[in-house]
């Protein structure tokens, strides 16, 4: 099998740099060979990998050039890079009366504000359903007693 040189398009766009695309960056499983990924969820199939995160993004931001590089040499569309600009990280959401009792009672406790709590429980939340494979994510079960400090 010959190797295919590279075209010029693809020589002049590998010096390029990677436009800003979202880089999704997670550690992997000892089973899955350890080290890091690094996704890029707007271009489908572009990862890079490395023994630690900064080497997983510079070997991601190599696969966004040549992801780019071969888009453009077959002609294929390429999508702008999602931004985050249409979340605001705010919303509003309404409880009932009980739990927001239970929820502001509970910042107090803990010294914290309402706001930080419920953003930390959500987080929490998201992480445990990410960690659970093959389970659907869920709705938190909020109506059990919160956790007491341990002394």
């Known amino acids: 099998m010959a190797l295919k040189r590279k075209t010029p398009l693809a020589e002049a766009d590998s010096a390029l740099p990677a436009p800003d695309y979202p880089i999704r960056l997670e550690r992997l499983s000892g089973a899955d060979g350890g080290g890091w990924l690094a996704s890029v969820p707007d271009l489908p199939g572009c990862h890079g990998d490395g023994a630690s995160p900064e080497a997983a993004l510079r070997d991601a931001r190599d696969a966004i050039k040549a992801w780019l590089a071969t888009a453009r040499e077959f002609g294929d569309s390429i999508p702008d890079p ?70």
Do not use: C, F, I
């Not at 929490?124 to 938190?140: D, F, I, N, Q, S």
């Open 82 to 151: 999602s931004n985050d600009t249409a979340y605001s990280g705010q919303w509003r959401v309404r409880v009932p009366r009980s739990l927001h009792r239970r929820l502001a009672q509970r910042a107090e406790r803990e010294g914290v504000s309402l706001n930080t709590l419920t953003a930390t429980l959500l987080a929490e939340g998201m992480g445990a359903t990410a960690a659970r494979p093959g389970k659907r994510p869920g709705v938190l079960p909020l109506s059990a007693p919160p956790r007491q400090p341990r002394r």
